[in-house]
């Protein structure tokens, strides 16, 4: 687990545990948005001498970057420039970023201490969390990665300002995820809020401890518990690749909220959830995003995924499943017809 969270409006902590540190240099990976939209922010907080020591590395921003040619042009930097062992490697960015970096770290000489600096909602309450670092590889979400925490993360809400609106939702959609599958209360808090009058710090905070209390039972998703974390992520992923790949790419969120919509729909249809509460998760969502239709020409590509899905065992694919808001269960087999079936009520759902 991450030694400290720090959730602020501000980064003086960051400040003080950099100087503490005294780290022979410090790589700020970032993307170009981050650039943009954060990194005045940052540096506003950071003496003098902390400055001088950073070297920016930047990427293009986007999901399509999150693979093995970044990692091997992000390795290929730092040995040509010589970074050592004793330094540190700060991740400040979005999921892709902390995803990204988290990885290259972990195997840059066998292990190099990180930091992430979440910039983006979703980033903030899931990504830089629980340890999970990764690339996608052979239009697989995820499929190449490690476990391994950051030393610290630092969490400033205050860069949520710069955000778009389209982001936001997407953050949202993996709170929606922690109250379907373990409060109630937060689904309906959120589901009650005006998105832009949000106590964002009491979120932040709440969203965390949910996702630690569930790793905290399963770190290295040994023994199933950290599995419930993927509810709508088993169909979700697959949309989002399928969108990835056809150049058309939707945010994280949007996809695993369809994913979320279909596996609420299969929860019902199992017996393990009851219409009502299908119906008021369905609304909830729409609130939120608009459906968007699959072809039937694309469902194979879609199964073809699922089929490689890290839930899967004994050649069978295996669901997080909900038996009311705020209770989950995992490891259920489901067949491939129920997916399509699902994906077909996903398509008759008008909006
Ligand atoms: N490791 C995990 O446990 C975990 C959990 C959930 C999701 N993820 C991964 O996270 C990724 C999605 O993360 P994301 O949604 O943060 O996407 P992202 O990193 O692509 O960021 C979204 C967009 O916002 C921009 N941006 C970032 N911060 C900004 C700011 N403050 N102001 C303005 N623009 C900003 C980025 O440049 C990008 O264009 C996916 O790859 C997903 O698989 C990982």
């Keep these: 687990m991450s030694r400290k969270i720090y959730i602020n409006n501000n980064f003086y902590k960051l400040n003080k545990f950099l100087k503490i540190k005294k780290y022979t240099n410090i790589i700020l990976l970032l993307d170009n948005n981050v650039k943009k939209f954060c990194l005045k922010k940052l540096y506003e907080y950071l003496s003098n001498n902390i400055k001088k020591k950073i070297l920016l590395l930047e990427i293009k921003s986007g999901e399509k970057y999150k693979n093995l040619k970044t990692c091997i042009n992000i390795w290929n930097k730092l040995t040509n ?108 808090l959120i589901i009650n809020s005006n998105i832009n009058k949000i106590n964002w710090k009491f979120i932040i905070y709440k969203s965390i401890k949910i996702k630690l209390s569930i790793v905290k039972k399963d770190p290295y998703e040994l023994y199933g518990y950290r599995k419930k974390l993927n509810f709508g992520h088993t169909i979700g992923h697959a949309i989002e690749s399928f969108y990835l790949y056809n150049k058309n790419p939707i945010t994280h969120g949007e996809a695993i909220m369809l994913g979320m919509i279909c596996e609420s729909w299969i929860s019902n249809i199992k017996g393990y959830l009851n219409k009502n509460e299908y119906k008021i998760i369905l609304k909830g969502i729409l609130k939120y995003i608009k459906i968007k239709k699959i072809k039937k020409v694309f469902f194979n590509y879609i199964i073809n995924i699922i089929k490689n899905d890290k839930k899967n065992f004994n050649n069978k694919i295996y669901f997080v499943l909900l038996k009311k808001i705020g209770e989950s269960i995992y490891n259920i087999e489901i067949n491939k017809n129920t997916i399509i079936d699902s994906i077909n009520a996903l398509n008759n759902i008008n909006n």
């Design 81 to 188: 420039l010589k970074i050592s062992k004793d330094s540190l490697i700060i991740n400040f960015g979005g999921g892709v970023i902390t995803d990204l970096g988290g990885f290259i770290s972990s195997l840059y000489k066998r292990g190099i201490n990180f930091i992430n600096i979440p910039t983006t909602l979703l980033s903030m309450i899931d990504a830089s969390i629980g340890g999970k670092n990764g690339i996608n590889f052979k239009e697989l979400k995820n499929e190449i990665g490690i476990i391994n925490n950051p030393i610290s993360i630092f969490i400033n809400y205050k860069l949520l300002f710069s955000l778009p609106q389209k982001e936001i939702i997407s953050g949202l959609g993996e709170i929606l995820k922690y109250g379907l599958i373990y409060d109630k209360r937060l689904w309906n």
